[in-house]
């Protein structure tokens, strides 16, 4: 089994990030095409994973309505962060 401790959440991204629900999943889907799955996020199989979305839900890292909660590697995440900085800033102008 992977060791996925430091792996981040979509609701850890906008929760740091302050951002409403649903904001780093809208950043993570703008850089699909230039991530790997497996290695850049992995998307949780709700029988393979159960243990795993089990206790990311009890400790709150996960929205109550994730079917197919998505992990994201911490290299990953950063990129996700950056993404919604420059959103954040055009939005702003």
Known sequence: MNDYRNWLTMLDLDRSADLPKGS???????????????????????????????????????????????LLAPSCAARVRKQLETVCRSNSK
């Open 24 to 70: 780093a999943f809208r950043g993570f889907k703008k850089l699909i095409p230039h991530l790997v799955e497996g290695t850049d996020f992995i998307v949780l199989d709700h029988q393979r994973n159960a243990a795993l979305a089990t206790s990311l839900r009890a400790s709150d890292r996960l929205y109550r309505s994730s079917i197919h909660p998505v």
